[in-house]
């Protein structure tokens, strides 16, 4: 393995865009970064809240209206290579509020599953995913991504 | 003869500079674990946030930033770096026989240049983050319309000029207090009063009367520290990168190589500063000719950074409010310091 | 024009605006500061970013699936909010509750409450800057967070009340009984501690006081509700109301000093109001069945309730029709009504400051989420329930 590869999985930066869910996702990737009993840090992924020193973007919450073009605009600043985790139901396939209960008829606000918008990578799921969940996913499937180029 | 010692000053800066790389890379992490200790955490591995940050900004690819002069945006940050390390170069002993330069004039003219580099980029940086990010702000009905719209980084720039012009008082009258006591502006006369061994060679030459130890000294080290956090633009007085309001300040739209610049120059001068401190308060200098004594030194520049971490960890950000009469009071406490200084 | 309009006094130099992707705020909102200088003279909270149309797709559902997505309004208070909308049925119908069911949702809405505070001092100590307060803040939640997944079977969203009681499996058997009052026992040392350790932090308490001061006449003018309310002097609780919390002694955390330090320490006041609670509930738990299946959805009236949620006085009402679907389903929550408040009290602080009064009332905007579009000629007032609509009629505007 190059010097590349380990310096890209050594160091992992991790951006929080927050899309417009019920919090509960949120809630728990913040508690997975900074609650000491997770503590993500450990495992080499620094939170931060630049898009410009980003590698990772982690999207919570069904995609609404408003929030679209500012995930779309926040995805093109961050310089490649990156990677993006889908966290929750709602990022994956817009949970309660896209049509799961089955009666709910088309839900115009949401833009819910996010592959629609940006390219996906990694997905949890879960509503919402422990931060257990988020922590192995990120542990296991972001230092992967990084070091393939 | 007088082309051997050019050969070898040239090789001792090289070695400085590169010390001053190596420790940068280091400090960061050290500082990181502290503070996650305190914090009840195991935190990230020591190189994590220093060495490897810095590499993978190195290898991520270019992007151009979003800024009203991207070249000059760009430029500036690796002029500062060379400006920190420059400030390391002169109190090396082979600058010593330069005239004038290292003197207290050379390192605070230099800090001083390092502050305007805040200035310089914030004031040209436009994030995307702030104004441009969402179009409902000028909607019709909206409250105050017609404004000036300000980017998170020229708030920073200008909260920037004010530090400058105030919090940075402090250090640079605890800095004289070393040349106050040997009643001479040159770094080597700084050392000889404190050191007088280091002059006559021998392995490891130790001072005799440091200034820390004295009145004075020790009055003008607690402030030096002070500034050293102003300067630094750490917690408690990092009014000018509060996560709250301007999320990074100044350096928010550096990316790939131009980031690993920006990290490169908060992470050497937070050893810079330490190693000036050693050298003109414990009469140690930074002389890679001396291996024993080097280890010292570098040994001695981590008190400096831990102290802040812990610092860091135990206090919220300050504002005005409380930045000016803070700032007075230390600048109060240096001035005495000095006069102590030029009475005893 | 020909009345004469009063003119505002304030010098505004520059606009500052923050959000929606901001560290502060977390939460999808922007908030445009006028600033002189660095003080703040003006400020404008811009919400509806993460509108989901909640209302609208509830519109029409039975009303025993309502509580999936009522629950699902909001994570941090998901309680309140599903024991809200099971109220207002039960109150319609005249649907009996067992005693038992009624203080198992006591205890897990006064858990949530406490894990809900803590956020917000977390929160509250990261916006000041301080961050080993807000890690301890968060490693004390942990506790909490865990005795509800082992009431309920999830973290964030237990869904413990359905309509007519509690779901079975929420049932509080001896052993659980016994594991949370050890716990409550061991925690509430532990906060003491951390609490103590706050207020006495002598730069904490300096960046926190005497900023963003609301006095009692704004906060009722400006409709503050719940702990924002309570800490500028208002005399105001839902649980006085409520026959679930009759059972109960407890006090009410009521100040008057009215700035940023008062809000935060009468939530930590709180905390302690809430273990008092729970410990009483445990104490007093009735034997007995824990759900009442003996209703049938049928025409309800236009019903409301009112519920005392972490952050105040929560709304909810709704109508059935003749199948037992949902109809005219309404939601108001805590936010909507004190972020004005501290709109208002944020003026005349430092920017910095300004980010501290605005996160002081604990804004949640992931449930608050409405359009109010004013007819200038008719002077009508209509809320919209869909960005969508408002779009269709006014256009995109910029």
């Known amino acids: 393995m190059g010097l590349k590869a380990t310096a890209r999985k050594n160091a992992i930066h991790a951006l929080l865009v927050y899309s417009g869910g019920c919090n509960g996702c949120d809630i728990e990737v913040v508690n997975a970064v900074f609650s000491p009993r997770y503590d993500i840090e450990q495992y080499r992924i620094l939170l931060t809240w630049n898009p410009r020193e980003a590698d990772v973007l982690i999207v919570t919450g069904a995609i609404t209206w408003a929030m679209k073009e500012p995930l779309q605009r926040i995805y093109e600043l961050i310089p490649e290579p990156k990677a993006v985790l889908a966290v929750g139901s709602c990022a994956i396939n817009g949970c309660v509020f896209r049509n799961l209960v089955g009666d709910i008829k088309h839900n115009p606000e949401?833009?819910?599953?996010?592959e629609k918008i940006i390219p996906v990578d990694i997905k949890v799921p879960g509503c919402p995913p422990r931060p257990e969940d988020i922590i192995m996913a990120a542990v296991k499937g972001v230092p992967k991504l990084m070091a393939a180029p | 003869?007088?082309?051997?010692?050019?050969v070898i000053s040239v090789v001792v800066c090289l070695i400085?500079?590169?010390?001053?790389?190596?420790?940068?890379?280091?400090?960061?992490?050290?500082e990181r674990k502290v503070q996650a200790r305190i914090q009840q955490r195991i935190g990230p591995p020591i190189l994590t946030p220093g060495f490897w940050s810095w590499l993978k900004f190195a290898y991520k690819w270019p992007i151009k930033p979003w800024a009203t002069i991207p070249r000059f945006y760009e430029s500036i940050i690796a002029l500062g770096v060379v400006i920190v390390i420059f400030a390391l170069l002169i109190t090396l002993p082979p600058f010593w026989g330069v005239l004038g330069v290292a003197s207290i004039l050379g390192i605070a003219g230099l800090l001083k240049l390092e502050e305007l580099i805040y200035v310089l980029a914030g004031s040209v940086s436009q994030s995307l983050l702030s104004v441009p990010f969402l179009r409902h702000d000028l909607a019709k009905g909206?409250?105050?319309?017609?404004?000036?719209?300000?980017?998170?980084?020229q708030q920073a720039a200008f909260r920037a000029l004010k530090m400058a012009a105030i919090c940075s008082i402090p250090l640079y009258i605890a800095l004289a207090v070393p040349f106050a006591v040997a009643k001479s502006p040159f770094i080597a006369d700084v050392i000889s009063i404190q050191n007088p061994a280091f002059f006559l060679g021998g392995i490891l030459p130790l001072p005799s009367k440091p200034i820390f130890l004295t009145v004075p000294g020790f009055i003008a080290t607690i402030v030096y520290f002070a500034g050293y956090?102003?300067?630094?633009?750490?917690?408690?007085?990092?009014?000018v990168k509060p996560k709250v309001d301007l999320i990074e300040g100044v350096f928010l739209e550096y990316a790939a190589k131009y980031r690993t610049y920006m990290y490169m120059l908060i992470h050497i001068f937070t050893f810079v500063l330490s190693s000036i401190f050693v050298t003109l308060f414990l009469g140690i200098p930074l002389d890679p000719t001396k291996p024993a004594l080097l280890a010292l030194h570098l040994a001695l520049t981590l008190p400096l950074p831990v102290l802040k971490a812990v610092l860091a960890a135990f206090s919220p950000v300050l504002t005005f409010r409380q930045l000016y009469p803070a700032s007075?009071?230390?600048?109060a406490l240096?001035?005495?310091s000095l006069v102590l200084a030029l009475i005893l | 024009m020909t009345e004469e309009q009063p003119r505002e006094s304030v010098i505004v130099e520059k606009e500052l605006p923050l959000g929606p992707v901001h560290p502060a705020l977390l939460e999808p909102f922007r908030v445009r500061f006028f600033v002189n200088d660095e003080i703040v003279e003006d400020c404008e909270v811009i919400l509806s970013m993460p509108h989901r149309g909640i209302e609208r797709i509830l519109e029409g559902l039975p009303v025993e699936r309502a509580l999936l997505i009522t629950e699902r309004v909001c994570g941090i208070c998901s309680n309140s909010h599903a024991w809200n909308s099971v109220r207002v049925i039960e109150k319609g119908l005249n649907i009996e509750v067992p005693p038992r069911a009624l203080f198992i949702r006591v205890i897990a809405q006064e858990l949530q409450r406490i894990a809900s505070h803590l956020i917000f001092i977390g929160h509250a100590m990261e916006v000041v800057g301080h961050e080993t307060f807000?890690?301890?803040?968060?490693?004390?939640?942990?506790?909490?967070?865990d005795m509800l997944y082992f009431i309920g079977g999830n973290r964030v969203h237990p869904a413990v009340p359905v309509i007519g009681g509690v779901r079975p499996r929420c049932e509080i058997s001896d052993s659980l009984k016994r594991v949370i009052l050890e716990t409550l026992e061991r925690s509430e040392r532990k906060l003491r501690n951390y609490v103590g350790r706050v207020v006495a932090d002598p730069l904490v308490m300096g960046r926190l006081t005497g900023v963003g001061y609301l006095s009692k006449e704004d906060a009722i003018r400006l409709h503050a509700v719940g702990p924002t309310a309570r800490a500028s002097g208002v005399e105001w609780d839902w649980r006085m109301e409520m026959f679930e919390y009759k059972p109960f002694t407890y006090d009410y955390v009521i100040l008057y000093e009215g700035d940023n330090k008062a809000r935060v320490i009468a939530r930590a006041l709180e905390i302690f109001e809430c273990i008092k609670i729970v410990r009483q509930a445990l104490k007093d738990l009735p034997e007995g069945p824990v759900v009442n299946r003996d209703w049938s959805p049928q025409r309800m009236k236009f019903t409301d309730s009112y519920n005392e949620a972490p952050r105040g006085e929560l709304y909810h009402s709704y109508s059935l029709d003749d199948y037992g679907k949902l109809r005219h389903y309404k939601i108001r929550t805590p936010t909507i009504t004190s972020i004005h408040s501290v709109e208002f009290a944020a003026k005349g602080d430092h920017v910095t400051d300004a980010v501290v009064t605005i996160a002081s009332c604990d804004p949640c905007l992931a449930c608050c989420n409405r359009v109010e579009i004013i007819d200038e000629k008719s002077g009508r007032r209509r809320q919209f329930t869909s960005m969508i609509e408002v779009i269709k009629k006014y256009g995109w505007r910029r």
Do not use: H, S, W
């Open chain 2, 229 to 239: 956090v102003m300067l630094l633009n750490e917690k408690p007085f990092n009014i």
């Open chain 2, 16 to 30: 400085g500079a590169g010390l001053a790389i190596a420790m940068g890379a280091v400090i960061p992490g050290i």
């Open chain 2, 1 to 6: 003869m007088d082309l051997l010692a050019g």
């Open chain 2, 328 to 331: 007075m009071g230390f600048t």
């Open chain 2, 334 to 336: 240096a001035a005495f």
């Open chain 1, 110 to 114: 949401v833009f819910a599953p996010l």
């Open chain 3, 134 to 145: 807000a890690m301890r803040a968060f490693l004390l939640r942990e506790e909490y967070m």
């Open chain 2, 142 to 153: 909206g409250t105050k319309l017609g404004f000036r719209r300000e980017y998170f980084e």
